[in-house]
T-cell receptor, first 113, second 113 residues
Framework: NAGVTQTPKFQVLKTGQSMTLQCAQDMNHEYMSWYRQDPGMGLRLIHYSVGAGITDQGEVPNGYNVSRSTTEDFPLRLLSAAPSQTSVYFC????????????FGQGTRLTVV | DQQVKQNSPSLSVQEGRISILNCDYTNSMFDYFLWYKKYPAEGPTFLISISSIKDKNEDGRFTVFLNKSAKHLSLHIVPSQPGDSAVYFCAASGNNAGNMLTFGGGTRLMVKP
């Protein structure tokens, strides 16, 4: 079972570059979300979606865009990378209520130099 | 200001003894609490949860206790095993749009053989 798949696993960007982190799930989950993990700060919500065509901002949305054209895919776009966006990014999906259980991808480690 | 806090960044326990991980929250609208376990280079995986209508939930070696008046929850692992060594995240969810999860900063548990 694939579950939640994130690509790439590692990425190095130069300041000002843009890129898209891919996330796909095969569990037909309505809810999807993106988190970033920084030391001592846990996971912080960037953007989330409660269904295809619907997205909303989380706690730290600045510098990121998302779209949800299909149930399966939820890409995260960095518009102009900054060193402050160096982090580990996790995509998660879940059923109607995410608090029942969320399934996470393996993460993308992004370094911005 | 962090709404979910794990004040102990790390905890070291001898194999076979009890591990107690603590978590405090400030938002009284949270009605569901979860613990996630994370190994290096992997995404978090769901461990156990508790609804605000309960004060205890048990699953094998893992028990979560909730004290609503103190806005405090704890995870007990008995007996602790070396394979339990990981980072544990406390998370909370309220009846907000998307029911997204708010995470604590994590506690690194080391179980020594």
């Amino acid at each position: 079972n694939a579950g939640v798949t994130q690509t790439p696993k590692f990425q190095v960007l130069k300041t000002g570059q843009s890129m898209t982190l891919q996330c796909a799930q095969d569990m037909n989950h309505e809810y999807m979300s993106w988190y970033r993990q920084d030391p001592g700060m846990g996971l912080r919500l960037i953007h989330y979606s409660v269904g295809a065509g619907i997205t909303d901002q989380g706690e730290v949305p600045n510098g990121y865009n998302v779209s949800r054209s299909t149930t399966e895919d939820f890409p995260l776009r960095l518009l102009s990378a900054a060193p402050s966006q160096t982090s580990v990014y996790f995509c998660a999906s879940g059923t109607v209520r995410m608090n029942t259980e969320a399934f996470f991808g393996q993460g993308t480690r992004l370094t911005v130099v | 200001d962090q709404q979910v806090k794990q004040n102990s960044p790390s905890l070291s326990v001898q194999e076979g003894r009890i591990s107690i991980l603590n978590c405090d929250y400030t938002n009284s609208m949270f009605d569901y609490f979860l613990w996630y376990k994370k190994y290096p280079a992997e995404g978090p995986t769901f461990l156990i949860s508790i609804s605000s209508i309960k004060d205890k939930n048990e699953d094998g070696r893992f028990t979560v206790f909730l004290n609503k008046s103190a806005k405090h929850l704890s995870l007990h692992i008995v007996p602790s095993q070396p394979g339990d060594s990981a980072v544990y995240f406390c998370a909370a969810s309220g009846n907000n749009a998307g029911n997204m999860l708010t995470f604590g900063g994590g506690t690194r548990l080391m179980v020594k053989p």
